[in-house]
């Protein structure tokens, strides 16, 4: 049963599996970032690909991130402008 888990959990991208307090880079040329879990939500603003966010909830397919040196902003983003890793190389 162990094995079976195991080989199910590895089919999942890593973003599924994320944690709060985990990073993760935007993947998309531009991303809303939401004031809440939904597609129909108010966007409060907009991130660009590679900027590096922070995981603090997860609802369904949005992660409750906060944007890396911006202050303190945050809000909901969908999980596919989500990559695990730098996507540009950038450092913002």
Do not use: C
Request: charged share 25%; proline share 3%; hydrophobic share 40%.
């Amino acid at each position: 049963m162990k094995k079976i888990l195991g080989l199910i959990l590895s089919l999942f991208p890593a973003t599924l599996l994320a944690t709060p307090g985990t990073f993760h880079y935007v993947g998309s040329l531009q991303a809303e970032v939401k004031q809440s879990a939904s597609e129909n939500s108010q966007t409060k603003f907009i991130v660009a690909i590679g900027r590096k966010v922070v995981e603090f909830d997860k609802k369904d397919s949005w992660f409750l991130v906060g944007v890396d040196k911006t202050g303190g902003k945050d809000g909901w983003i969908h999980k596919r402008h989500l990559k695990s890793s730098d996507p540009d190389g950038i450092r913002y």
